[in-house]
């Protein structure tokens, strides 16, 4: 199975700046059939781009993915109060669908 | 609008089964494949396995072999995971998730409320 590992497991900053997960997976993610979710303590996940790059309806163009093959990144390019959550990625172009482990993004 | 409405809160023994539902709206549903994916408390995302409602064809990740078994209703567009041979690793809440149109691959951008499955010993 593929395995996706994130880092930073924490990241601490503060509204206005700017956030840089990533996402690295452990063979090539072909067609690049990478995803990011956002989660909310109590809330189900939500899609926020797919395909790597394209965000889902309804994303603001603050939230912007990169990467192909292995490594992935989710930039968030000024944090608002509603955007400190927990972020995973997910590949779906093989079964077992895997997810990484998860980035806390909290305020500093 | 497009939306999953899962069954409530379960408690079960250890050893015994549970049954969660899952109530698609919106669209059409045997168009789209479903999934299921378990969160333990303070853990991350586990998927468990896909069903296409069309034909009812299944596929699972290898550590549920022989203890998931997912189904569909299409004549109330519901489908149901249910797990067996409960043990306390098991408390989680449990998601269904829409999937890409069949045929396809895609993320998985509708996501049901979440149920809470409890294994008390």
Request: charged fraction near 15%.
């Amino acid at each position: 199975e593929i395995v996706l590992t994130q880092s930073p497991g924490t990241l601490s900053l503060s509204p206005g700046e700017r956030a840089t997960l990533s996402c690295r997976a452990s063979q090539s993610v072909s067609s690049s059939y990478l995803a990011w979710y956002q989660q909310k303590p109590g809330q189900a996940p939500r899609l926020l781009i797919y395909g790597a790059s394209s965000r889902a309806t309804g994303i603001p163009d603050r939230f912007s993915g990169s990467g192909s093959g292995t490594d992935f990144t989710l930039t968030i390019s000024r944090l608002e109060p509603e955007d400190f959550a927990v972020y995973y990625c997910q590949q779906y172009v093989r079964s077992p669908y895997t997810f990484g482990q998860g980035t806390k993004l909290e305020i500093k | 609008q497009v939306q999953l409405i899962q069954s409530g809160a379960e408690v079960n023994k250890a050893g015994a089964s549970v049954k969660v539902s899952c109530k698609a709206s919106g669209y059409t549903f045997t168009s789209y494949y479903m999934n299921w994916v378990r969160q333990a408390p303070g853990q991350g995302l586990e998927w468990m396995g896909i069903i296409n409602p069309s034909g009812g064809s299944t596929s699972h990740a290898q550590k549920f072999q022989g203890r998931v078994t997912m189904t569909r209703d299409t004549s109330t567009s519901t489908v149901y995971m249910e797990l067996s041979s409960l043990r306390s690793e098991d408390t989680a809440v449990y998601y269904c998730a829409r999937g890409g149109i069949v045929g396809e691959t895609a993320p998985f951008d509708i996501w049901g409320q979440g149920t809470m499955v409890t294994v008390s010993s």
